[in-house]
């Protein structure tokens, strides 16, 4: 069975287990590969309390979009979020304290939000692995579904290009600030959703040039 019509399974599998409209929508439109300057990308970051979406949540989430090639600043957002739990020694990281997140939102405001942003967009993460646990693990309790859309992962583009030179990779070398630097962009704080979700889209944009 091919990946495309494996994904595409999944996806009309998970569309009838979805309870969210615009989720239902998401998983029913058609998958398309189209050039770069052509495709619409959301670049999504999460601040969460543990690396292991089964232990922690998410703290904070931020998107930025580009599209024709370009940073839409005017379609940013950024949400703290309110925990069930406590920050605890997370907050050393990401330097949310506990009084900060209980102004936030319910998280299924924040993705409420999200959702109808992504139609028709492929999704840039640094280190997708993590950040898609988080939000999969959120979608299906709140809406039965997981996302299934196209991703970029610039942390493992990064890490091909790197393995294709022959190039040692040292622990670090995949950090989103050693990768910006690799590209000459300028340093920038991180550990800030929407400062980090920015600085993956100006990363996003360097790869291709």
Known sequence: ???????????MWWRHKATHPTLQALLSEPLQSQ???QTRYVVIDLETTALDPE?????????????????CLNQAAHYHVRLE??????????QLTDSDLEQGVHIKEALAALLPVLSHSTLVFHNAHLDMGFLNKALR???GAPLLLPVVDTLQVERKRLQQRTEAISAGDLRLFQ???????????????????????????????
């Not at 069975?1 to 996806?11: F, P, T, V, Y």
């Not at 232990?55 to 940073?71: D, H, K, M, N, R």
């Not at 000459?184 to 990363?203: I, K, S």
């Open 141 to 143: 309790a709140l809406w």
């Open 179 to 209: 990768c910006r630097q690799r590209y000459g962009l300028p340093d920038v704080p991180l550990h800030d959703a929407l400062g980090d979700a920015l600085a993956t889209a100006e990363l996003w944009l360097a790869m291709q040039h």
């Open 1 to 11: 069975m091919s990946s495309a019509l494996g994904i595409n399974l999944q996806r």
């Open 85 to 94: 739990k406590e920050v605890g020694q997370s907050a050393v990281f990401h």
């Open 35 to 37: 050039p770069f300057q």
């Open 55 to 71: 232990q922690g949540e998410i703290a904070s989430i931020a998107w930025v979009v580009i599209e024709q090639a370009t940073i």
